[in-house]
């Protein structure tokens, strides 16, 4: 079983419209949990990065949240743009002292105009 | 200030053959991460390594892979006697000196290997 599960698997809205992405994670305890995007062909870029102290964190139209005591983080993205159409992947750094990071699988989201 | 680039972009080998894939950090970076992605899977870590350093190597297979990171020069994974399993795309990344857990890494456009 993966220690960071993401749902759905894919998602196809409309442009214009919101949706919102979940990250399940059994890493305990962590120093930090992150969501990229990554493009197609291309290599993830960094949205947000939160403690596990931190609850909330924007970036524009990407919210993402975070409930430690669930071991749940969701990422909502407000009025969604073409350009959204990508992977979006959760990622938990275990604190454990070392740099081994753990990577979900992504949701792979499709922006219809 | 460029990115962090990898090259080549795409890579074609015979099994048997060796793979010699190169990262060049961001300026002023002196952190670099190898990760592998295998189709339809999530990013997964190799290694972590600092100037002439490898810090964390726990996700690199034992055999055939190994990585360094010269003081001067890209980093480079290497990868010899390749096989059909070893086809996947290869990111690196990169973060400043004063990294730590909480540093965001920059990751380059990959390497795509494929193996015949």
């Known amino acids: 079983k993966n220690q960071v599960e993401q749902s759905p698997q894919s998602l196809i809205i409309l442009e214009g419209k919101n949706c919102t992405l979940q990250c399940n994670y059994t890493v305990s305890p962590f120093s930090n949990l992150r969501w990229y995007k990554q493009d197609t062909g291309r290599g993830p870029v960094s949205l947000t990065i939160m403690t596990f102290s931190e609850n909330t964190k924007s970036n524009g139209r990407y919210t993402a949240t975070l409930d430690a005591d669930t071991k749940q983080s969701s990422l909502h993205i407000t009025a969604s743009q073409l350009s959204d159409s990508a992977s979006y992947i959760c990622v938990v750094i275990p604190n454990t002292g070392g740099f081994k990071t753990i990577f979900g699988a992504g949701t792979r989201l499709f922006v219809k105009a | 200030n460029a990115g962090v680039m990898q090259n080549p972009r795409h890579l074609v080998r015979r099994r048997g053959q060796e793979a010699r894939l190169r990262c060049s950090p961001m300026k002023g970076h002196s952190h670099v991460y190898w990760y592998r992605q295998l189709p339809e899977e999530g990013l997964k870590f190799m290694v972590y390594?600092?100037?002439?350093?490898?810090?964390?190597e726990s996700g690199m297979p034992k055999e055939r892979f190994s990585a360094e990171f010269p003081k001067e020069g890209p980093s480079i994974l290497r990868i010899q006697q390749v096989v059909r399993g070893d086809s996947a795309a290869y990111f690196c990344?990169?973060?400043?000196?004063?990294?730590?857990?909480?540093?965001?890494?920059?990751f380059g456009p990959g390497t795509r290997l494929l193996v015949l």
């Open positions: 990344a990169s973060s400043p000196p004063k990294a730590g857990s909480q540093e965001t890494q920059y």
């Open positions: 390594l600092q100037k002439e350093n490898i810090i964390d």
